[in-house]
């Protein structure tokens, strides 16, 4: 089914949390709704499922406007940060919950039950109660409940969130498996860009109630429309340096960054990410500071150099080595700099490359 | 600290370890609570010897314990069940219906509203409820003063109310909340029943229902509707709002939900509130004093009344305060087993 | 629009909004309504219409005629029938003469409240209703408190009123004191604790009709179990029922009796509350258990305990059982309280005294409990929450 938002407006009050949002969500898409807590992403999903109304605007499932239908006749499904699995219901029951309220046959609804249990692994855990169960079992009935029936949408608000790390890498590919065999359109809240990342076929990034940026993964992480996309995604987060742009350079701390075509700016930021930082000797690169700090990983090591009045995080491989304290240069790797308006912190492009990305074509399906 | 000296004074007001107390302070409360256990159990003990006494016994002066200082016999329990029987019997009866009903209905109609007070939000405006308080009582007026029929002076009220809705009401823009509505429901309990029994008594009159069971069941629902809302609404919002909505979600309506998940997860608050409340109206006394006098008598009545017809023949008396006594405790006990296993759930589940 | 190719194990389920019945569907959307609804109905029909009618007949003479009755409106004779004129006895009770010191203490008071008005109207918070509450409460307690000591002294004796004051204000605190002191001594790790326990429960659930019987037998003076006592001391011609305070006393033994189970456990679950990591760390800075109560223990329990006295307090002011089987309000009227004061009324028929009476309760009762309530819990409250 497809989902569109035209145009939503939520108050709460004197307090506005969503500001004209606008979606178009395709059939069988995964979108996921990517923001910092209180961006506003959770109340848009709960005015898709229903659960709240909005102050103006439409809402369309397949077509059909349903902005003012209760949720109980959307016939979308919905995953909750808590499961929100019945205490008193055995898993089972919970599993069976909304085929028993909409009246289907009992042996019918015990058949889809056991089907969809079994697709995610639980069919020798039916008659448990969810205290009874692990963390990763009780995400699993939650999941299992919204699949039983054949949902118009899948909605899932930060389903993984409390799953420790190892078992959310799991459940992420799982989620991610089932989806594509489902084919249900799925919407997907979460404030993990990793997660936002690697399950979305799009990104809707938030803040302040407003869209950001809607876009692949891909063209978000290499493209990124303002300031704000840009720091929030990726990890470890973009490197800013504040500066300003004269005669075709970025200036800052009396050295020079080329950007040709760049109209002047006063007031202009530099954003590299950490993958195209490198950590040279004292005297050589583009400025100069000292190591902060030293962070192995494992495969990597993490470089904090305290330099141009900011900290600068560099992604180094696992051999480096050098003391904290030593002096050392900073250089940057091509032409992966990302250049924006400080005050607006709309991204400033040439005229030629506007609305393209710079260094990678466009890689979504 | 103080060296060797007053080792064994030590010893006796320390602890051994963190977790215990002192070997004083252990037996100075387990004295205190001993004691008090003997002030709570003594006159039930006392009641419970006395109905197996024969009236000699009990005239003779104190006897303690049966089988040493007197034989026990059963012949007040004799009187009460056979050749009383139906005198006795049909107290009883009416207690244990005014009891279950008036519990059940107030549980029911307390829990609804409890929840729905957790649930919705509720803007009446502050205008028209003053309003219907004085359209109220100029129907009070008119139907008593001035002698109009019931009906139709409610009639009257009534249109008079829709009239004001429907024109100055609109102008008024106060508004109570969630808030106001709860404490006017809570603050009923203030109402002393002495103050409300006379009209009921009048009214019941009226709708020549006194001395039925339906008057006292009517009356102690609304008695006791209070505690149950003020007892159930803490329950209700501890109730994850998520689950509603994922029900909500799941297709199921609104009662489906109520009935489905609310009440089955509230089971131990439902549990411990019904007891509360049966405890209440079945000691009752005030109204059942006013309300009943033949055919609804209940059990306190009928115990009250022991000494006014026959003088202090405690025997008699102490069979009747037992076989009172016998319902509630049984009742606590299968409760407790409810409330108990309602507890695991709560603790398992946070 | 079509179902989604590769589905298994869902099953589509049709859901035409025309397919649920009219009634239902209408139920459901109305459901904000149709649950509040029989509570508030309820209380309309069966406590507020009541209460109306109740006012209304403490403002008129009600007698039974043949075949009906005969309902006049008097105005205010019955209230001042009950505090000026020929009842007054038997509300207020017969006045004796102010000592000296009273005068004093009610100077005292008077003072008291005026700097309490004072310093309320001059603060930043001021706003009329509040003050209007205020100077009600004032006027109310001073008030009370001089019929209080006018009828105890020399020549004075105490009409229903202050009876009922007696009961609530003494039995309240000596639940509370009792009950409180039972929690702390439950809540220690000791054995049999949980026996202790249900064995405190039990008095709630007996029927206040056979305690008060259970009583009567209890301090009979010559077949009692304490019989053999009282011979020893050599009170055997006196009986308590006799002497007016020693009947109120008894009432207030019964009463408490009953109802210290109520305040144990409710108190218990709030010690029980008591965040045990604050308890740990006071005991690590070497904290006494006297201190450790007094600092972390009270000011956790205590909204809990202002609202167990609140609620107590409200009930108590309904008391009637005890002094009606106990003692029939006697001797005299020394223990009738002012619900019982009501039923005499209406059982000789006089429904406009008897309405008056209740009418009487029910002011005193809400002024205290509102500003029980108001200066006394909310303070406590905003103590431990701010």
Redesign the interface.
């Known amino acids: 089914?497809t989902l569109a938002m035209r145009n939503i407006y939520k108050s709460f009050g004197s307090n506005e949390v969503v500001k004209g949002l606008n979606l178009e969500v395709a059939?069988?898409e995964f979108l996921v709704l990517l923001g910092p807590s209180g961006c506003g992403k959770t109340t848009a999903l709960r005015m898709i499922?229903?659960?709240e109304a909005v102050t103006s605007g439409d809402i369309l499932i397949?077509?059909e406007d349903v902005t003012g239908v209760?949720?109980?006749?959307?016939?979308?499904?919905?995953v909750?940060?808590?499961y929100?699995l019945?205490?008193?219901m055995t898993v089972a029951e919970n599993i069976g919950?909304?085929?028993k309220?909409?009246k289907?046959p009992r042996d019918?609804m015990s058949e889809?039950v056991r089907?969809?249990a079994?697709?995610v692994h639980l069919e020798d855990l039916l008659d448990r109660f969810p205290?009874q169960l692990s963390g990763g079992q009780r995400q699993r009935v939650a999941l299992a409940?919204a699949?039983?029936?054949?949902p118009r949408l899948f909605?899932m608000d930060e389903p993984l969130s409390n799953l420790d790390a190892k078992l959310r890498g799991y459940m992420r590919s799982e989620l991610k498996h089932l989806q594509a065999?489902?084919?249900?359109t799925t919407v997907y809240v979460t404030h993990d860009q990793i997660e936002a990342m690697t399950l979305a076929d799009r990104v809707a990034v938030m803040e302040a109630g407003i869209v950001q940026q809607l876009d692949t993964p891909r063209r978000i992480y290499d493209d990124p429309a303002n300031l704000f996309v840009a720091g929030f995604v990726g990890s470890p987060p973009m490197n800013f340096i504040t500066g300003a742009i004269t005669g075709g350079a970025f200036e800052c701390g009396g050295a020079g960054l080329p950007c040709p075509g760049l109209a002047d700016n006063p007031r202009a930021v530099v954003g590299v990410r950490p993958e195209d930082i490198r950590v040279t000797g004292a005297g050589e690169g583009w400025l100069q500071g000292a190591i902060y700090s030293l962070e192995l990983t494992g495969d990597e090591t993490i470089v904090n150099v305290a330099a141009a009045g900011t900290h600068l995080i560099s992604r180094m491989d696992k051999d480096f080595d050098m003391p904290m304290g030593a002096e050392v240069g900073v250089e940057i790797l091509g032409e992966r700099s990302y250049f924006f308006d400080a005050e607006s912190g709309e991204r400033l492009r040439t005229a030629s490359h506007s609305g393209q990305p710079i260094a990678f074509s466009d890689g979504s399906r | 600290m103080n060296g060797k000296r007053n080792g064994s004074l030590r010893r006796l007001l320390e602890p051994k370890d963190v977790n215990s107390m002192s070997p004083a302070g252990k037996m100075v409360t387990y004295g205190l609570l001993a004691f008090w256990a003997a002030v709570v159990l003594f006159p039930l003990y006392w009641v419970l010897i006395t109905s197996l006494k024969l009236p000699i016994h009990v005239n003779d002066g104190p006897l303690y314990i049966p089988f040493i200082d007197f034989m026990p016999s059963l012949h007040a329990w004799e009187y009460i069940f056979f050749e009383l029987g139906n005198d006795t019997l049909r107290p009883y009866l009416n207690s244990i219906v005014i009891a279950f009903f008036s519990t059940v209905l107030a549980v029911g109609i307390g829990s609804m509203a409890a929840y729905a007070l957790v649930r919705f939000q509720y803007r009446p405006r502050f205008a028209s409820v003053i309003a219907f308080l004085l359209i109220l009582a100029v129907v009070v007026w008119m139907t008593i003063a001035v002698d109009l029929h019931w009906s139709l002076s409610v009639a009257i009220g009534l249109a008079l109310f829709f009239l004001f809705l429907n024109t100055l009401g609109k102008r008024f823009q106060t508004r109570v909340g969630n808030d106001d509505i709860l404490f006017w429901i809570i603050s009923q309990r203030i109402l002393p029943p002495v103050v409300a029994v006379l009209p009921i008594y009048v009214m019941f009159q009226q709708m020549r229902l006194l001395d039925t069971h339906i008057a006292l069941i009517v009356t102690y629902m609304t008695v006791n509707l209070p505690i149950v809302v003020w007892l159930m609404r803490d329950f209700f919002a501890s109730i994850p709002m998520d689950l509603e909505e994922s029900a909500q979600i799941d297709g199921a309506s609104r009662f489906q939900i109520l009935l489905g998940i609310i009440m089955p997860l509230a089971k131990p608050g439902l549990a411990a509130t019904s007891l509360f409340v049966l405890i209440l109206s079945w000691n009752e006394y005030l109204l059942a004093l006013f309300l009943s006098t033949a055919d609804a008598q209940t059990m306190p009545l009928l115990v009250a009344a022991q000494n006014a017809t026959r003088g202090p023949q405690w025997w008699y008396m102490s069979v009747l305060i037992v076989i009172m006594i016998v319902p509630v405790i049984v009742m606590a006990g299968i409760l407790q087993r409810f409330i108990a296993r309602g507890l695991l759930i709560g603790a398992v589940k946070g | 629009m079509g179902p989604p190719a590769g589905v298994a194990g869902g099953r589509e389920i049709r859901r035409p909004k025309g397919r649920s019945s009219g009634m239902s569907l209408w139920v459901d959307r109305n459901a904000q309504n149709v649950l509040i609804l029989p509570a508030v109905l309820m209380i309309l029909a069966f406590s507020i219409f009541p209460l109306l009618m109740s006012l209304y007949l403490s403002l008129s003479r009600f007698r039974l005629v043949k075949g009906g009755y005969d309902l006049r409106f008097v105005g205010l004779r019955n209230f001042k029938k009950l505090v000026l004129g020929s009842e007054q006895y038997h509300l207020l009770g017969t006045f004796g003469q102010l000592t000296f010191w009273e005068w004093g203490l009610m100077a005292l008071v008077v003072g008291f409240f005026a700097h309490w008005l004072y310093r309320f109207a001059t603060s930043g918070r001021f706003w009329i209703f509040g003050f209007i509450g205020r100077v009600v409460t004032a006027v109310v307690l001073t008030g009370l408190l001089l019929l209080c000591l006018l009828v105890i002294n020399q020549g004075g004796f105490p009409g229903t009123l202050v009876v009922t004051m007696f009961y609530v204000l003494a039995g309240v605190a000596v639940q509370f004191t009792i009950g409180l002191s039972l929690a702390v001594l439950c809540a220690q790790p000791i054995p049999f604790r949980n026996w202790f326990r249900l064995i405190f429960f039990v008095p709630m659930m007996v029927t206040p009709v056979g305690i008060a019987y259970a009583f009567r037998m209890l301090t009979d003076l010559s077949i009692g179990p304490f019989a053999p006592i009282w011979r020893a001391l050599g009170f055997t011609n006196v009986s308590w029922a006799a002497d007016p305070w020693s009947a109120r006393m008894m009432v207030l033994t019964g009463e408490s009796w009953q109802w210290i189970p109520f305040m144990f456990i409710v108190l218990l679950a709030a010690l029980e509350n008591v965040p045990r990591e604050q308890v740990e760390s006071a005991k690590l800075d070497g904290a006494g258990e006297w201190r450790i109560f007094r600092d972390i223990t009270w000011p956790t329990i205590a909204p809990v305990a202002a609202t167990v006295v609140l609620i107590r307090m409200i009930e108590a002011f309904k008391i009637i059982d005890f002094p009606n089987i106990l003692t029939n309000g006697g001797p005299g009227i020394a223990t009738e309280s002012l619900t019982l004061h009501a039923f005499i009324a209406w059982r000789t028929q006089d429904l406009g005294i008897s309405a008056a009476v209740g009418y009487t309760l029910l002011f005193v009762t809400a002024v205290t409990c509102v500003s029980f309530f108001n200066f006394v819990g909310r303070r406590l409250r905003e103590r431990t929450e701010g």
């Open positions: 089914m059939e069988g499922a229903g659960l397949g077509g209760l949720p109980k006749y959307r016939n979308v499904a919905m909750f940060q808590s929100a019945y205490p008193h919950y909304p085929l309220v909409s289907v019918e889809a089907e969809t079994r697709k205290r409940r699949m039983v029936r054949r909605l065999e489902l084919g249900v």
